[in-house]
């Protein structure tokens, strides 16, 4: 080897040429993923989305992307050299492939809910006033004002071009602050990389799409940055602090000057930083509170956590941070506990029926959305094996378990507290992860060698298909068709202010215009009557009002009844009660989304359904999302507007 | 940036954080001043906004690394704008355009004088 160095040299070559070239080859399998990736991507179709969700459309060439850019981190990672731009080049590819898949693939910005939230931000952005009393979710509406802001300065025409890239963007700005808390948390820059290329495979929960918990979450990460960054401690636990004030002053003073040696340069503040750390970290817990219902009480069980078991020196911030949390609720949040005290503490305490909610009561549907449940709950159980596992395995490491097992632990305590209306759970795996991970890490690195590349390696191989499964399962029911835009664009546009919509399930894109025009009614397939009882006088009485009412039935709706309920021949029987009915007119219908209007009367009134002229229904057809284009469909002579 | 001595680096970062901070926000303000397509105008603000007026502060008054720096910085423009905005409309006085500018112009303060210690350091 000195030999070809010294020919090398005097050849004039580089002396380290072949080190070089050997640097490249990640790079350009990097490159060579991200091509072959996003060619994947863009040949997929939309229409091959089934049962399994995603994974169904995606060609074999995207999972040989994600093979090779593994393989390039993995070559990345073991180089005894840190090289940080390689690393993030690799990871900004595999969020863009893994987050970005449904954004290259879908006609349509995917996920309901974001939709109905780019409505609430575009009223505020022509109003500047908020609705408290439309749904829960607007009491805590700074992410909702603050996203307004933005659109309106930067002059959006509304927030719906947003959307489709919003998990990725989101997912993007997770892995800094997670990269420099597991750096804390590990002491180890190759370990905290490695938590940073796993968080995108096991973040299959699914909050980062346009919603105030996906930038809550943000913050939090930020949060805990600061909590065990520039005020980390290293105290014994349970040390009580109030104890420390009836030491004589010398005693106080040596005390804090030993903390202080025990803490790495980088974390020791000036008076003047301590004061601008201390506002972030105000500003930070005032945005949580404000923004999002839950996510500052992880927060405040997080640093609860680490302040009691000597990792924090913020010992009174807890204090803080629930006052926050919980004036923002007595306060700014009025107008929804006042009407749902019970909705909002009667989970407190009741952990069983918690529990039940976020789980017993998810685990149901179709045997495809069975196998999906139980990837996450593998995914789930296999992280939280890994943490344990790491936690004793990394006793040596000089790693901060402590603080890792207050954040993986932390988040649980919250199903004490309140179902969420069965969320809690996905809420808690997630909050959970950057801990979980951070023991994970440790595990994995215990060994040694080729067999820590290989642990690794398998790993990844595990995650990804997974991933996929998890991540993107229900992508059947959590896509929106561009046929559903129109015809709820084609509803906006012929329903008079002050009529009620109403939809079977919650899988409806609406509310993303005219929010404060329309009353929205949703049912839930398990309390109502939608499938053993009276639907069609049930529905009718729910519609009965002075400006008229409408039922709308989509393509996702129906598959959200088979693949959640297990509801295979509800579209079909519902649809034909509503057909046959004269109490309701079909007024438009496309391929994927059909709509009723009430026009009153008794079921018994009219001889004939007005209906009996319009053609076929909706039944979910393979095929058939590209056909959207809808017509509305004229009231007969004599009908009731 | 790396290869030098500890203070040298700190300089160079000081003067790239202070030079962006100062051009995101002269680009946010010239780009709402002359209306420009969204296409154009929201990417601009957006950045400047993120960039905004924490992390050329966070850079001149403590000594937190880049990353350090860019992190907190990030998320408490992101505060800032949640806080601003929510104050704004709890004021009932809805000025969100003014409103950016004005954290704009504390952003390019906040640059200016970055870059001007740092070309002292």
């Known amino acids: 080897m000195a030999l070809v160095t010294a020919r090398a040299s005097r050849y004039g070559h580089p002396v380290d040429a072949p080190r070089s070239v050997r640097g490249l ?46 393989a390039a981190f993995i070559m990345t990672w073991m180089n005894h050299e840190i090289r940080y731009s390689q690393f993030a080049a690799q990871v900004v590819v595999l969020v863009v492939l893994l987050h970005g898949a449904p954004g290259f693939i879908e006609s349509e910005p995917r996920f309901h809910e974001a939709w109905t939230h780019a409505g609430f931000t575009g009223y505020i952005m022509q109003t500047g006033h908020v609705l408290p009393h439309t749904d829960a979710r607007f009491n805590w509406p700074s992410f909702f004002t603050g996203a307004a802001m933005l659109a309106r300065a930067g002059g959006l025409p509304n927030v719906i071009v947003l959307l ?58 930020v949060f805990v940055c600061l909590v065990l960054g520039p005020f980390a401690a290293n105290r014994e636990a349970f040390f009580p602090q109030w104890l420390r004030a009836l030491l004589p002053p010398w005693k106080r003073r040596q005390q804090q000057q030993e903390e202080l040696d025990t803490l790495p340069e980088d974390q020791r503040n000036t008076r003047l930083e301590v004061m601008i750390l201390l506002a972030i970290l105000l500003g930070l817990s005032l945005a949580m509170a404000t923004g999002h219902q839950i996510t500052p009480y992880f927060a405040f069980t997080a640093v609860a956590g680490l302040a009691i078991l000597g990792r924090t020196k913020l010992v009174a911030w807890p204090a803080v941070m629930f006052l ?45 959305h069975y196998q999906i449940l139980d990837v996450r709950l593998f995914m789930f159980v296999l992280i939280l094996a890994l943490a344990l596992a790491g936690f004793f395995l990394g006793r040596k490491t000089g790693a901060n378990r402590r603080a890792a097992v207050v954040l993986a632990l932390a988040p649980l305590l919250s199903l004490g507290g309140q179902a969420y209306g069965g969320e809690a759970g996905l809420r808690v ?38 991933f996929l499964l998890a991540r993107w399962g229900n ?41 404060d025009q329309h009353k929205l009614i949703t049912s839930k397939l398990d309390s109502s009557s939608f499938v053993f009882g009276n639907t069609v006088a049930n529905v009718a009485a729910r519609l009965n009002g002075p400006q008229g009412g409408y039922l709308v039935i989509t393509e996702t709706e129906v598959a959200y009844a088979r693949e959640s309920y297990g509801l295979g021949n509800w579209a079909q029987t519902v649809e034909r009660r509503f057909a046959a009915s004269p109490l309701f007119q079909r007024v438009y219908q496309n391929p994927t989304i059909v709509i009723y209007k009430y026009i009153g009367g008794t079921e018994h009134a009219q001889p004939g359904s007005p209906n009996q002229h319009v053609g076929r229904s909706i039944h979910a057809r393979p095929g058939s999302r590209k056909q959207h284009g809808g017509r509305p469909i004229h009231a007969r002579p004599g009908s009731r507007k | 940036m790396h290869g030098q001595d500890p203070e040298s680096n700190r300089r160079l970062e000081c003067q790239v954080i202070g030079v962006a901070a100062v051009l995101l926000a ?96």
């Open chain 1, 25 to 70: 080859v990640p790079w350009i399998l990097t490159l060579v993923a991200l091509g072959l990736g996003l060619l994947s991507l863009l040949s997929a179709h939309e229409s091959a989305i089934g049962p399994y969700g995603l994974i169904q459309a995606l060609p074999l060439g995207y999972f040989a992307s994600l093979v090779i850019l593994a």
């Open chain 1, 164 to 221: 489709r890239w919003w998990p990725v963007f989101l997912n993007l700005l997770y892995l800094p602050p997670l990269f420099i808390l597991a750096k804390h948390i590990l002491r180890d820059e190759k370990k905290a990389m490695l938590v940073v290329w796993i968080f995108p495979l096991a973040n299959w929960v699914g909050q980062d799409y346009f919603s105030p918990q996906s930038v809550a979450y943000l913050l939090y990460l």
């Open chain 1, 324 to 368: 926050v949390a919980t004036g923002w609720v007595c306060y700014g949040a009025q107008a929804f506990w006042s009407g749902h005290f019970n909705q909002l503490f009667g989970g407190i305490g009741n952990l069983g029926g918690n529990v039940s909610a976020n789980l017993a009561k998810r685990l149901r549907g179709s045997p495809a």
């Open chain 1, 429 to 466: 795996f997630l909050f959970c992860l950057p801990g979980a991970l951070c023991l994970a890490a440790l595990a994995l690195t215990t060994v040694a060698g080729r067999l820590r590349a290989i642990a690794v390696a398998l790993l990844i191989a595990l995650l990804i298909p997974c």
């Open chain 1, 475 to 515: 992508e059947l029911f959590e896509m929106v068709p561009a046929g559903e835009v129109s015809g709820m664009r084609a509803l906006y546009a012929m329903a008079p202010p002050g009529s009620r919509f109403l939809a079977i399930n919650p899988q409806v894109p609406w509310q993303f215009m005219d929010i």
């Open chain 2, 26 to 121: 002269v680009g946010g303000i010239l780009v709402i001043g002359l209306s420009a397509p969204w296409q154009i105008r929201f990417p601009i603000v957006a950045a400047a906004s993120l960039f905004g007026p924490a992390i050329p502060a966070l850079r001149l008054f403590t000594r937190r690394t880049l990353i350090e720096c860019l992190v907190y910085g990030v998320g408490m423009n992101i505060a800032l704008l949640m806080l601003v905005s929510l104050g704004l409309v709890m004021a009932g006085s809805w000025y969100p355009t003014i409103s950016i500018m004005v954290l704009l112009l504390i952003s390019l303060a906040a640059g200016a004088r970055l870059t001007m210690v740092s070309a002292t350091m």
